[in-house]
């Protein structure tokens, strides 16, 4: 199994406030690998450090071989991050968005393709400021993997969004993963991490408590609670001792 994501004893601190304290783990090519963790927790700092937009203070990460801050320029030609959705001009189009992000890497995926694999053809023409919730989604989606990425990084991928886009969305995702990309995702929740993720990370306080699969994560709650069948949330509920609304 080759590793592509390669965190050990991550360090990060703003000014007094310790966000990441000490993180490590692996991602494995192919996978879908979820960080779960309540607000605070050190989850975007984390990935942001993968992505190279923020320096550690300590520790080091490799992605691809690479390390994100030297190799920052490389780094962003071979992994895809999505977007925030305020990051684009309300008045540019869809397909203008994507060949404009197109044009920014070396092997681009092709946009049409990329249309028609993620349902856009209705909304090329549509302005930015003018989509839905789950159309936005959509598309911050197809701008992650416009690039052809080998790693594609998802941050709060369904937050907003009624469960039947969620549904699509996870769908996709699943797409996504059998075209051979390897899946960093981060979420709050608990259904879309035991759906989606082969292993999760669970985050507290700026540290791992927990890696495994949901289904280990689950029947290790289960054991400790004795009880048959546990969640994802019971066991999140067990390692960090915080409620389940996260
Ligand atoms: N730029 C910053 N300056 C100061 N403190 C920050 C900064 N960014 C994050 N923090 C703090 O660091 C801690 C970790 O934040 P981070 O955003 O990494 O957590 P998170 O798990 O992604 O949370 P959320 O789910 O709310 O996005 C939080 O206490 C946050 O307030």
């Known amino acids: 199994m080759t590793t592509v994501i390669e965190v050990q004893d991550l360090h990060k601190r703003y000014g007094p406030k310790v966000a990441v304290d000490g993180i490590s783990f692996q991602v494995d090519e192919g996978e879908i690998f979820g960080i779960l963790g309540s607000n605070g927790a ?7 450090c993968v ?8 520790g080091s990460i490799r992605v691809l071989g ?3 801050v030297r190799d920052h320029a490389e780094l962003t030609q071979r992994v895809g991050a999505q977007l925030q959705e305020a ?9 203008e968005a994507l060949s404009l992000y197109a044009s920014f890497y070396r092997r681009p995926a092709d946009p049409a393709a990329l249309v028609a694999a993620l349902g ?3 909304i090329r023409s549509t302005r930015f400021g003018k989509l839905s919730g789950g159309q936005r989604q959509r598309v911050s989606i197809a701008l992650a993997l416009i690039g ?7 941050d709060e991928l369904t937050t907003g969004l009624d469960p039947r886009a969620r549904r699509e969305t996870w769908r996709l995702i699943e797409e ?5 990309v390897t899946i960093l995702l981060v979420t709050h929740f608990m259904d879309e991490a035991e759906r989606l993720c082969d292993r999760v990370a669970v985050f507290d306080r700026g540290r791992v408590v927990a890696i495994d699969t949901p289904a280990a994560l689950t029947k290790r709650a ?3 609670l004795g009880v048959e069948r546990a969640t994802l949330e019971d066991a999140y509920v067990a390692l960090t001792g915080e409620s389940t609304d996260v």
């Not at 050190?42 to 942001?48: H, I, L, S």
């Not at 996504?176 to 051979?180: F, Q, W």
Request: glycine share 12%.
């Open 42 to 48: 050190g989850k975007t700092t984390t990935v942001e």
């Open 51 to 58: 992505e190279g937009l923020r320096r550690a203070d300590r």
């Open 66 to 68: 690479l390390d994100p």
């Open 87 to 95: 990051q684009l001009p309300e008045k540019l189009r869809v397909g």
């Open 120 to 122: 856009l053809e209705d």
């Open 148 to 154: 052809n990425p080998r790693v594609a990084v998802l």
């Open 176 to 180: 996504v993963r059998a075209g051979g």
């Open 222 to 224: 289960a054991a400790q």
